[in-house]
């Protein structure tokens, strides 16, 4: 009787415990949509709870005044080139990384693995003088580029050992029926390697709009700019309407927390990768 | 006729991986290159530099005070990152992994503030930590007449720490996920050899799964130190290193050098002591470890 007394508590205090946790993890969430369907005194007076009288009016305001229509199709193309410049470079990279035999093999794999760690501040400045003189400092294309250059090394390893546990007899029973290399890369590999790929489209896309650094420093034009300059931009000038804030934090972390409820196994199994191999 | 055909099937290899090297060079190893030596340079970041040779390091070891401050910010926050989200994460991934039912849901649930973006996750806190609108209301009316008057962000004693609060609300499910990982790949038979020999659950926590996650915990205290060293997005989004200096770190005072500032030379300057930081601290904590038997590389 007392040992199952003395498991039960046990049990308790640990579900206890966990429930707290991912309470602390969620509720805080939560509350910034809840917030963002109540009125600003309403918030201002009560920071928690729920909505009264639920309002869309804070969605429309923030929507229209904070542009969020240009900042979303900003930072979709961005994205969306980014995402096919990467995927493309770093398949085609990744295959050579993990099939092919050339003398700079180790090499290549080494400077990738070196370039994972190296931190955005050794290049930034560097970088704003070299776009500067291109003439693509406070363009899309400029952001592209960097973007493009900072994931792939990460993406590239990533790509690289999910490849290696492909079979290498399939590309070659398909060298032999008379294909290029390119062709068995996009039409054995490629297919079967369909989900690593989505993995890296979401990771790239993920990093792309919650990148601020970067587009804050290089795009000063408000036409021009992503979903999280354009939130930091709103929040700091409308910095006194707090139900504002809140609704411009669902508008900017909506598509994020869709994405990942959809695909949290993805998201979750491509961000911590980098630990496998340690 | 085979040694032709071996190198056109390098050729084939050099195509695929060029694009990507390539790119790569252009925008980030070279660029990061010439920050070493731009450190030497007296430059503004877009007309002409003047060599003044160690001049920048002088000045960063001598004249700049903020320096000294930013490191010991950068420090405490080391600190606060190698215990705090470590123990958290480690004890909730050890009790997860013995769940049977809602493991997944649970981890879909801890994870979920790592993917939002740092400007979002720093705002919303900067909005609950309001002295006037935010959580101190709620304080207040729950009697903490103290509580409710601190001025979380406000108070150059405990700003820093309130900006570490939510970068590790963000942080610890990452560190819980790596462990759960870790834990879910030791292998059982270990544990029941430990049951067999009459261990009890914390001697099995000692002796199975603490040794069995050994190359994770030594990668996490790794990057968790590095990137300490080189944090950046939440202090710069909630405080931008105010309130007086309170917050500044590395990354913050390097971005008002650079581009507040405009004296990108010296900012170069500072990006070299920060890297050089991080990688002795690489080198310390492989000793270390290798001493304390976490890595058996």
Redesign the interface.
Known sequence: MNKKWKSAICTFI?WF??IC??S???I??LQ?VFNSFRSDQE??????GLPQKATLENYFDTWTIGEYGIAYLNTLLVAGVVIAVVL???G??A???SK??????GF?TA??FV?I???S??????????L?RLGLVNTRVGLM??Y???Q??FN?LLLKTFLMGIPRELEEAAKIDGC???DSFLKITLPIAKPIFLTVALLVF?NV?????WSN?FVSDDALKTV?TR??RF?GQYGSN?AR??T??VI??AP??IL??LF??K??EG??SG?VK? | MKRRKVKK??L??????L???I??L????L??L??LV?SLFDWN??GKAEFIGFDNFVEIFTKDSVVKLAVIHNLEWLAVFVTVPLI?GFI?AI??SR?KRFQ?F???????????????AG???T??M?P????N??FG?MGFEKLSKVLWLGEPKIALFSVAFVDN?HWW??VM??FL?ALQQVDPTLYEAARVDGANSLQELIHVSIPGIR??I???LI?TI?WSF?T??YV??MTNGGPANSTEIL?TW??KN??VKYR?GY??AL?VL??GI?IILYFFQKWVSKRGGLDDE
């Open positions: 640990k415990f966990l946790m991912a602390f993890a969620l805080p969430l910034v918030v201002k007076a009560m920071p928690i493309t470079v770093v085609l990279g295959y050579a990384l092919l035999d050339f003398r700079l093999k290549m400077y990738f370039a760690s190296l931190p501040f050794l290049y930034i400045v560097p970088d704003y003088s070299l500067n580029i960097v493009t250059a900072m792939i090394p590239m290029s290399e390119l993920v709009w919650n990148e601020y650094l420093t999280a939130f930091v929040t707090m804030i809140y411009a934090s900017t972390m994020i927390v990942y409820l949290s196994r998201f979750i961000m911590t630990s340690g | 099937s390098h084939v290899a050099y195509g695929f991986i694009p990507a090297f790119i790569h252009c925008i980030i190893t660029p990061s010439s920050t731009m970041g877009l958290l909730v009790l997860v769940i997944m649970l981890r879909t649930v801890y994870f979920m503030p790592y993917v939002i973006s740092a400007v979002v705002r919303i806190w909005a609950y309001n006037f609108y935010g959580l209301t709620i009316k609300w499910g990452f996920v790596l990982g190359q994770t030594a990668f996490v990057m590095m080189l950046f997005d710069y989004v990354a390097i971005y650079a581009f990108a900012a170069n990006c920060q890297s991080c």
